[in-house]
């Protein structure tokens, strides 16, 4: 069975930096897609940055030349450097996976920027 485990969030002020973690399981395949996504208390969950197999890379426009999405050695690892974080930044952060045309999820890990 596809696991997403995420890891990395935490409470920090504005203008600092978090790096989140998010490693797939129980899959012999390489993900093809792996992205971040976010939701904050009241609002929908929307992107945040994508990044393919071939390692091209999207970002929503709030967050280009503040984070940086990567994925690491091992394929099956993404990870999301957060620097200058700004309070409306605070959200659950999701991992999200594309393993042969399967959508598989993380369960979240929250991010707050305090004043």
């Known amino acids: 069975q596809v696991q997403l485990v995420e890891s990395g969030g935490g409470l920090v002020q504005a203008g600092g930096s978090l790096r989140l973690s998010c490693a797939v399981s129980?899959?012999?395949?390489?993900?093809?897609?792996m992205g971040w996504y976010r939701q904050a208390p009241g609002k929908q969950r929307e992107l945040v940055a994508t990044?393919?197999?071939?390692?091209?890379?999207n970002y929503t426009d709030s967050v280009k030349g503040r984070f940086t999405i990567s994925r690491g050695n091992a394929k099956n690892t993404v990870y999301l450097q957060m620097n200058a974080l700004k309070l409306e930044d605070t959200a659950v952060y999701y991992c999200?996976?594309?393993?042969?045309?399967?959508?598989?999820w993380g369960k979240g890990t929250l991010v707050t920027v305090s004043s």
């Open positions: 999200n996976a594309i393993v042969r045309l399967m959508s598989y």
């Open positions: 129980g899959s012999a395949f390489m993900a093809n897609t």
């Open positions: 990044i393919t197999s071939s390692t091209y890379t």
